[in-house]
């Protein structure tokens, strides 16, 4: 009986030792597959720190850099439904979660698709607009606290980027056909020919407040579909980040003349602004990257990039790496 025992742990023991070695060389063949696919991309970026609350439920949208205190925050949202937490990551490495309160008291709980902040406020993406909140209570938060939205902006369309730039906050949408679709006039055919099936609004600073930006864009950029991301690179290339699904990412930065427009646009209210098409008359650099690569962020001459693979919805991003923030010269 003993000597069956014996035998029957061996083999179990041997089956076991199988699945793991097998599952060890699966994810040497995915890191190697990975590192190969993307070298141009590898050979650039480098692994800054751990993006937060991967673990949780939370699913990254954005990442942005607080020039105030040296911190950084992550969006996103919770597989579950949950309240959508913001992560900060303060200048010594801890991590904060805290939540956000609408205007009306009810709890935020949408997609996170954007977080973006100045010296005076943070702007989070929401459905139709975007909610403004202090930065005094932001800064001073502790683990845990919900901060109260001060204010929902509405725009023409639910963005799903957002980034200040040049004392513009650039906000656009996103497009994927039959997902995602967008309204016919932001279906622009550009002067090479090409479809570019969405728009970014570039929206001026309020005059009369600090920090606060007007609803009437000073113009619109015609942008390609499944734009995640925006930024202005250290030698001011406007520069997207494009991705959906399990396709690779791309990181796209243009060349944009901004004294030379190809056209205007008709926004909600009725009136023209300058519209620039963002095309291969003015793609400069086309940096293939790794799947699910969301938002990006310019930080001390380099483009930090963050990625949703690793989290707990979809898995795969953990065993190759993708649960870093990267940042790479463009």
Request: with cysteine.
């Amino acid at each position: 009986m003993a000597a069956h025992r014996h035998r029957a742990l061996k083999i179990i023991g041997i089956v076991l030792g199988s699945v793991v070695g097998i599952a060890v060389v699966a994810v040497l063949a995915l890191n190697i597959y990975m590192r190969m696919t993307f070298a141009p991309y590898f050979e650039q970026a480098e692994a800054q720190f751990e993006i937060p609350g991967l673990n949780t439920g939370f699913v990254p949208q954005d990442l942005d850099h607080v020039e105030a205190d040296d911190s950084w925050l992550f969006s996103g949202y919770m597989t579950d439904g949950s309240p959508s937490p913001l992560y900060r990551r303060t200048a010594d490495g801890s991590i904060q979660t805290l939540y956000v309160t609408l205007p009306d008291g009810s709890p935020y709980t949408d997609h996170g698709s954007a977080i973006t902040t100045n010296e005076e406020f943070a702007y989070l993406a929401c459905e139709g607009g975007y909610l403004t909140i202090p930065m005094d209570t932001l800064v001073f938060a502790e683990d845990g606290q919900s901060l109260q939205a001060t204010e929902m902006v509405n725009l023409d369309f639910t963005p799903a980027f957002m980034n200040i730039e040049d004392d513009q906050l650039l906000a656009g949408n996103f497009y994927y056909p039959g997902d995602y679709e967008t309204p016919a006039n932001h279906h622009i055919v550009t002067p090479d020919g090409t479809e570019n099936p969405a728009v970014m609004y570039a929206f001026p600073q309020d005059p009369q407040t600090p920090g606060r930006f007007l609803t009437t864009p000073d113009n619109v950029f015609s942008i390609p579909g499944m734009v995640q991301g925006t930024c202005l690179s250290s030698d001011g290339k406007l520069v997207l980040s494009t991705s959906y699904g399990i396709a690779p990412s791309h990181l796209l930065a243009y060349q944009v003349n901004l004294g030379d427009p190809d056209g205007t646009f008709t926004i909600g209210s009725g009136e023209e602004v300058p519209l620039f098409c963002l095309d291969s008359r003015n793609l400069a650099v086309d940096i293939v990257g790794p799947p699910m690569q969301e938002g990006i962020e310019s930080h001390e001459g380099k483009v930090f990039t963050t990625d949703e693979s690793a989290s707990n919805k979809y898995i795969f991003g953990k065993l190759c790496g993708a649960g870093q923030a990267y940042a790479l010269p463009l």
